[in-house]
């Protein structure tokens, strides 16, 4: 495609469920970011692909939170036992070049509501 | 860690008006991008400015890395330019600034 795309869009959960979010960069491009924005907040960063290797996973808040890239395209992050804090919209972005600080390109997001 | 400021918070313009949005940055970075975040939450990239003056269109945007600190310029603002401007740093990961919330009235 021509852009990182996100789905679901949105995602309702009750508190205890797991979810799935999915991301499928730009084609091609090597590095893979996953970030959590709350309401009027700027992203911050969860962790960061380069491949299938997760390079960097400080972000991620708690060991609930699981992300990976098996095949070095598409990445699932995994949020398990959903709580209401983990309530935020999570947004993937890609970036062609290995080491992460190339110019970064941005799904639409997908905003999770835990009740 | 790294501290990434932006100034003005919050900013009302007429439309047709110019304005110089600020961003700070506590640290040497090496790269640094600018993005639009419209109101359907979409981030949409403006400038990827590690250093220097890029322009496009009625933006255009000045990294001073050596003084830590990068200004986007908008002029002649229109209702489109509405939204949250994020600036984001590298420093061994992509930290996004406290944004502008930048409104342009008819």
């Known amino acids: 495609g021509a852009g990182v795309s996100q789905s679901p869009r949105y995602k309702v959960a009750k508190r205890g469920q797991d979810v799935a979010l999915r991301c499928d960069p730009i084609?091609?491009?090597?590095?893979l970011f996953w970030y959590q924005q709350a309401l009027g907040q700027g992203p911050e960063f969860l962790t960061y692909f380069q491949n299938e290797a997760q390079l960097d996973k400080s972000g991620l808040p708690s060991d609930r939170f699981f992300a990976e890239r098996p095949e070095g395209s598409v990445s699932t992050l995994k949020i398990q036992r959903t709580q209401q804090e983990d309530s935020a919209v999570y947004l993937c972005?890609?970036?062609?070049?290995?080491?992460?600080?190339?110019?970064?390109?941005f799904g639409p997001g997908t905003r999770l509501t835990v009740l | 860690g790294i501290q990434v400021e932006q100034s003005p918070p919050d900013l009302i313009l007429q439309e047709g008006a110019n304005s110089t949005l600020r961003c700070n940055f506590s640290?040497?970075?090496?790269?640094l991008q600018w993005f639009h975040q419209n109101p359907w939450g979409q981030l949409i990239n403006l400038f990827y400015?590690?250093?220097g003056t890029k322009q496009n269109g009625r933006l255009s945007a000045t990294t001073v890395a050596t003084e830590r600190y990068s200004l986007l310029y908008i002029s002649s603002s229109q209702t489109t330019d509405s939204g949250v401007y994020f600036c984001a740093v590298w420093f061994y990961k992509y930290i996004f600034g406290t944004g502008t919330r930048l409104k342009v009235l008819a």
């Open positions: 972005a890609s970036s062609l070049p290995s080491g992460g600080q190339g110019e970064q390109f």
């Open positions: 640290d040497s970075v090496n790269n």
């Open positions: 084609s091609g491009h090597v590095s």
């Open positions: 400015i590690p250093s």
